[in-house]
């Protein structure tokens, strides 16, 4: 710390006297005995009340009201019922309640899998197998005496010990559990986060920041190698809208918002941000930052880097930010580009500004059935080559098509069904579509109505040009439905010896056929040469269309009887298909982030140098390694 | 024809060969085990057999009877297998009248047989072939960048590239297909006591095709491979290949187009420098491998070998097969080595005169015509050996990084890179041996071997004797032969001669090769009929060459080495091989391998011992290391000729291309005065390779001036490289020590 160069020096004075301001509040408050509460709630009254109209779905102990181990809401999950039907409980979504007759069929079908043959999970957390806390003491008592709340039982801390791929969440069905976090840390403020990374400075401790929880690349994972207490800084009670600028289209929004909320929050004053990743439910506005995030509706309104008007993180070194909000600057390389995609290794992202929009008067799903993946892949370049992409596009291959289908819900009327029938035979046989190799694409329309029309005039008209048709926007609708209920599914079909995981990708557009292709027989290749001994389920969907590419999304599940080493086989063959993916020209990530699932990779990817500078950032911002998550480097 | 096929496919699966090989202890170190040659052995079941059987089916002893091979089950003594022995089985009953009725009942029974001819047909692309090609970015990248060169418009290019592919294009047509398949059966039978196939192999095939697109490597040794290729694959029902030919058969009148018709494309011998001409080819095969449209087939080898001796493999087309993989447009290409063996092969003489500079005759039809003689000779069997489908993505698992293709357009032809380069020359050295390795060899080959060391002609009795030892020795080493089961030797090697009288005589206990009519020839007549009969003789010893080759070379250095001394033997050793390295298959790099495994193999036989510093031959080992060299003296001889030749004769400032007549007579002259023996000096292909081995080894440079390409002899290192394998220095510079 002496060899700290003179502007830093200022830094540091203006944190030490920040600090020693908050120590005077501390100290008054313990003389004055009510007041500063009041005053604290004071300043933040309009934010509270916000909070109080929308109660914040996330609570300190979440898994108060969510699974341990597994996705999502306790309250809803997909169980086969005793007449052999899935069915999928609660009352949060659409499907909530409803019977799908159709997947038992299909999901004994894809996997080979049994009904009979099931694979519980461990019931309950057992808090003795959970190693015990090893925590700082000096650290603990300093961050007692801030009171900032904090916690070191088992279940907080087993909750934060890991994201969902396919091993962690393996691990915790079966009661396994490696190395957790010693503690989990709440700060309320940016304040509170600036008092925790100064002590964690320090005491020397690690700092793990915790957002939504639902990273995919092992990101939260502690590193066994860290003899450190680690810490977990759970980011969810920063969850207030501060204030919403109308004149500019903005709001300053603190980062451990998750996205339900958010955007909850916003339209009741009449605004939306528009990024919709497939995980809002649960996922923050930090870790959206943190991991480069993109939404569903990216084509109207940007992924986050194009959302993000202003970025505030504290790290170790002291809070960056930059010092206004033009909408473009010459400055040198961005330093948000620092803070988009740090997965957490720099700092804690505690405050954002950004883009909002009124929201859309009229909103329609649509879909259209092609007669194969090839000439939907040409479709939505097209599409994308005219820029009238709608708010959303996706292609589902057919395998995806029939997995979708088998979620559709019982039809109450003989009349539904008569036309599901009519429709059928018109596609397959009137117009000659063979129905193992008909792919559809799902859209998704936003905007004016008269608008939204003529738009969806002229995306049909593109995709009649491919031997497209319009089929209906039920279809459309089950299609984004699916993304949202494919990590439920995940749990029913680990009740029955399925494992899977999905992953993306970006490529450019002459490769994206050759890497679907490519990649989906890698992976069904590399299963049977593991052992595997039903085929996989081995499918892809173009879910995100570019100027010069497209992002590509992988559903990947097999059925592991008989596998001595079924997570480590898992591994392998996701392994082999990333592999595939770099050398068919795919990148590492999309929008997933690379965490420590993919890191191996990153210098291939980035090149010495590039892996060099982004080690040098470290290094100055975070000398001491304080926030020891060891992703992506 | 459908029928006919039909029946031939019931009736293998009544075939089971069971060919006994003896149990002799095969080195690790090659890939063969006795097992799994016997495997190989009993995997080959016969494709064209006599044609005897009026009936679709046929019962065991019918089938015995015209199957020596069998013969064992069959009761001794049999007055029916005493008469078959030895003559050519289909004669029992006319074959007209076999094909007659098969195709009379082929008629009735296609409609019968759905389908059955699906698989001839290539797949349905969206667009004609050639209209692919010819709209493929690839070309209209090429087209442009021609036309900036060339200055000329892109539609005339355009149309240059268009004329391309009209010259080039295969125009499949199924009653061509079926005219050449009955045409074909027709000839096979009169030509060859059979055709054995291994149907594995053919299942394996059948298997990869669904699969991926797959590429088919046959040898070449004769006109007929393709033609063998695609009726075997007609037979049993296989989607035909599409063919890479030569631009000469095109010569042909009417059998160009019928060739063209039956999925042959016909590429130019030389188009280095032509960039168009080069797209437009790549982009077709290109074509056809990514949309799996039909098998392709090409030679690794570029054309047939003359000397029967497989060739150094050719790239071009390899690079062009494995580029779409590299480049992720397809999942993986499967390559499968296929090996034809002749036991007697039809151009042998006229092999051996185009060695010796008579010149290749004109592919043309009146030509075929006439070689119509030929069906009126025996050319005993024919073995085709499906190899084990090769997964290029499995090749290059860890040596090609394909990702260095993600960051220019896939359309703009580049230069691969030198690690694709290796890559595709260690595969195609590879496949080549691998070729050699399922080459099935007969008692001839190893009779010819021993001829071929006893050019005065030998004791009947000692040829049978000697012949009993190669074979234990050949076995020893892995090689695949196919050997009458139970014959007595004598018995074998009087079969074998019979079937070559053209090329050996066997007159009062003697057996040697046949010189031709000598009383009216001029001394150079005389010679040059003479060396016809070794260099035919020659090119069956060729054929077990890449069984004895890496141990032979050991022998060899072992003779030449200063001492005996482990790295002495290993430098000449090293020497040798680069020497040879256009002679033979030896992977370039392959060193130690090649090494090790000559000394593991000499080892084995106990023919040498390895101690820690030196390599020790044994008593009993000198018989087999004399063998073993005088295999390789010819070759030590020819290469002798040629560097004298230079030290002695060659005129400053030769042009290339008067090399090979002005070697020739060098030889001539030799051989006529100094009584020399090394007839093989007179070849050609030796000549070359030597050219190049010279050329490799800094003894001569080549002086480009004006259009002409002249040698330039640096005499010293001639007169050093031909002491060196004469024997008479020691190898000059010491090797790196390696062990």
């Known amino acids: ?633 | 024809m459908a029928a006919f096929a039909e029946a031939t496919r019931i009736f293998f699966r009544i075939i089971q060969t069971t060919h006994h090989l003896q149990n002799t202890a095969v080195p690790g170190g090659r890939t063969t085990s006795p097992a799994s040659l016997q495997k190989k052995m009993q995997e080959l079941a016969t494709l064209v057999t006599p044609a005897s059987q009026t009936d679709n089916t046929m019962d065991q002893d019918q089938y015995q009877r015209e199957w020596p091979a069998l013969r064992q089950t069959y009761p001794p003594g049999s007055p029916a297998l005493t008469r078959n022995a030895e003559r050519k089985h289909y004669t029992t009953r006319g074959t007209g009248q076999a094909v007659g009725s098969q195709d009379t009942t082929g008629s009735g029974n296609r409609t019968h047989v759905p389908g059955f001819h699906s698989a001839v047909r290539f797949r349905q692309l969206p667009r004609p072939l050639k209209t692919i090609v010819l709209q493929s970015e690839q070309l209209r990248y090429v087209i442009n960048q021609v036309s900036k060169e060339s200055g000329e418009a892109t539609d005339i290019v355009q149309e240059e590239a268009v004329a391309i592919v009209e010259e080039m294009a295969h125009r499949l047509q199924l009653s061509t297909i079926r005219f050449f398949a009955f045409a074909l059966s027709k000839a096979f039978k009169t030509l060859f006591r059979s055709v054995h196939v291994n149907e594995e192999g053919i299942q394996r095939l059948q298997q990869a095709i669904q699969e991926h697109p797959v590429v088919l490597l046959p040898s070449h040794r004769s006109y007929i491979d393709f033609l063998m290729m695609s009726y075997i694959l007609y037979t049993y029902d296989l989607s035909l290949p599409v063919i890479a030919a030569g631009m000469d058969f095109l010569g042909m009148k009417f059998v160009g187009e019928m060739l063209r018709m039956s999925g042959a494309f016909f590429i130019r011998r030389s188009f280095g420098g032509d960039k168009l001409y080069w797209a437009v080819f790549s982009e077709y095969v290109k074509t056809m491998l990514r949309n799996g449209y039909a098998p392709i087939e090409f030679f690794l080898e570029g054309t047939r070998s003359r000397t029967c001796k497989s060739l150094t493999p050719k790239l071009g087309l390899l690079n062009i097969v494995m580029d779409p993989f590299f480049k992720g447009e397809v999942f993986d290409v499967s390559l499968v080595p296929i090996s034809i063996s002749y036991e007697r092969v039809l151009e042998e003489t006229l092999y051996a005169r185009e060695l010796l500079g008579v010149p290749k005759p004109k592919e043309s039809t009146s030509g075929l015509l006439k070689a119509r003689r030929i069906l009126s000779e025996d050319y005993g069997s024919i073995h085709v050996y499906f190899g084990q489908p090769t997964s290029v993505r499995s090749l290059a698992q860890g040596k090609i990084n394909r990702s260095h293709y993600n960051l220019i357009p896939r359309f703009i032809p580049r230069k691969c890179s030198e690690d694709t380069q290796s890559f595709v020359n260690d595969t195609a050295y590879s496949l080549v041996r691998r070729q050699e390795e399922n080459m099935v060899l007969r008692p001839w080959v190893l009779i010819a071997t021993i001829l071929m060391q006893n050019l005065d002609g030998m004791d009947s009795e000692l040829l049978a004797e000697q012949t009993t030892w190669l074979r234990g020795l050949a076995m020893a080493f892995g090689a695949f032969l196919d050997w009458p089961d139970q014959a007595p030797i004598a018995k074998v090697v009087s079969s074998s001669l019979a079937l070559h009288h053209g090329l050996v005589c066997s007159s009062g206990g003697r057996v040697r090769l046949e010189e031709g009519p000598q009383e009216t020839a001029s001394p150079e007549e005389a010679l040059f009929n003479r060396a016809v009969g070794v260099l035919s003789c020659a090119s069956y010893r060729n054929q077990i060459l890449h069984i004895f080759l890496r141990p032979a070379l050991v022998a060899v250095a072992l003779e030449t080495a200063a001492t005996s001394r482990n790295d002495d033997v290993y430098g000449s050793f090293v020497y040798l091989r680069n020497v040879f390295s256009n002679e033979f298959i030896l992977c370039p790099g392959a060193d130690v391998q090649d090494f090790e495994e000559g000394c593991y193999l000499l080892m084995k036989c106990g023919a040498v011992q390895m101690l820690t510093q030196d390599i020790v031959v044994t008593e009993r080992g000198q018989s087999i290391l004399s063998f073993l060299s005088g295999m390789l003296e010819p070759f030590l001889q020819g290469y002798q000729v040629v560097c004298r030749y230079f030290c002695e004769e060659a005129s400053e400032g030769l042009m290339e291309k008067e090399y090979v007549p002005a070697v020739r007579s060098f030889a001539v002259k030799r051989i006529l005065s100094d009584g020399l023996k090394c007839y093989e000096a007179l070849s050609s292909d030796l000549q070359k390779n030597a050219l190049a081995a010279l050329l490799r080894l800094n003894a001569l440079r080549k002086v480009k001036a004006a259009d002409q390409v002249s040698l330039k002899v640096n005499k010293m290192a001639a007169k050093a490289v031909e002491d060196t394998l004469g024997g008479k220095v020691p190898v000059q510079k010491p090797v790196l020590a390696r062990l």
């Open chain 1, 1 to 633: 710390m002496a060899s700290n160069c003179n502007s830093s020096e200022s830094e540091r004075q203006r944190i030490a006297q920040q600090r020693l301001k908050i120590i005077a509040g501390h100290l008054q408050k313990e003389e004055d005995g009510e007041l500063p509460r009041i005053f604290a709630n004071d300043c933040k009254a309009e934010a509270t009340d916000r909070r109080s109209s929308s109660a914040s779905t996330m609570p300190k102990r979440r898994q108060e009201i969510m699974k341990w181990n597994g996705w999502g809401y306790s309250d809803s999950r997909f169980l086969f019922n005793k007449k052999g039907q899935a069915e999928f409980t609660g009352k949060r979504y659409r499907l909530s309640g409803m019977i799908m007759p159709s997947l038992k069929d299909w999901f004994e079908g894809t996997f080979g899998a049994n009904l009979q043959h099931k694979t519980p999970a461990v019931p309950s957390l057992n808090s003795s197998d959970v190693q015990p806390p090893s925590l700082n003491e000096a650290f603990v008592q300093d961050l007692k005496a801030s009171s900032i709340p904090c916690s070191n039982e088992a279940e907080d801390r087993v909750f934060r010990a890991h994201g969902h791929c396919l091993h962690e969440i393996f691990a915790l069905r079966e009661g396994r559990f490696g190395r957790v976090p010693d503690m989990v840390v709440w700060p309320n403020s940016h304040d509170d986060v600036v008092k925790i990374v100064e002590l964690a400075s320090k005491h020397n401790v690690c700092l793990i920041p915790y957002g939504g929880g639902t990273s995919v690349s092992s990101a939260l994972e502690c590193p066994p190698e860290e003899v450190r207490s680690i810490v977990s800084l759970d980011t969810s009670q920063m969850n207030r809208i501060l204030w919403i600028d109308e004149k500019n289209l903005t709001a300053h929004v603190e980062a451990g918002i998750i996205g339900q909320d958010l955007e909850r929050a916003l339209n009741e004053s009449g605004y939306c941000t528009g990024h919709e990743p497939d995980s809002m439910e649960f996922s923050s506005l930090g870790g959206w930052v943190a991991t480069r995030a993109s939404g569903m509706k990216k084509n109207i309104y940007g992924n986050i880097e194009d959302l993000v008007i202003h970025l505030k993180m504290v790290t170790p070194r002291g809070v960056i930010e930059k010092s206004c909000q033009g909408p473009r600057m010459s400055t040198g390389p961005d330093i948000h580009h620092f803070i988009l995609g740090s997965e957490g290794t720099l700092g804690v992202v505690t405050e954002v500004t950004m883009k909002i929009r009124p929201i859309p008067e009229y909103q329609k799903y649509g879909s259209v059935v092609f007669p194969n993946f090839e000439q939907g892949v040409a479709c939505l370049r097209e599409v994308a080559k005219q820029r009238c992409a709608p708010a959303s596009i996706r292609l589902m291959d057919n395998a995806q098509f029939q997995f979708g289908h088998a979620l559709k819900p019982q039809v109450s009327s003989i009349f539904t069904s008569f036309l599901d029938g009519l429709k059928k035979f018109y596609i397959t046989k009137f117009k000659g579509f063979d129905p193992h190799c008909l792919c559809v694409a799902t859209l998704l329309f936003e905007g004016d109505r008269e608008r939204v029309l003529q738009h969806e005039k002229r995306v049909y008209d593109i995709a009649a040009k491919f031997g497209g048709l319009a089929a209906g926007e039920d279809n459309g609708q089950r299609g984004y439905m699916l993304t949202f209920v494919i990590a439920y599914l995940r749990d029913l079909g680990m009740d029955y010896y399925v494992m899977g995981e999905s992953f993306e990708t970006s490529v450019p557009w002459d490769r994206v056929l050759d890497l679907c292709r490519n990649v989906k027989e890698r992976i069904v290749r590399e299963c049977k040469e593991k052992g595997v001994q039903f085929s996989p389920l081995s499918t892809c969907r173009v879910t995100q269309t570019y100027d010069a590419g497209a992002c590509v999304y992988f559903y990947f599940a097999f059925n592991y009887r008989g596998l001595a080493d079924p997570v480590h086989v898992y591994e392998q063959v996701e392994h082999a298909a990333r592999e595939e993916i770099l050398a068919n020209g795919g990148s590492l990530s999309h929008h997933h982030g690379v965490g420590k699932l993919r890191k191996q990779w990153m210098k291939e990817s980035i090149s010495n140098v590039g892996l060099g500078m982004l080690k040098s950032v470290k290094d100055f911002v975070d000398p001491d390694n304080i926030f020891g998550n060891r992703n992506l480097l």
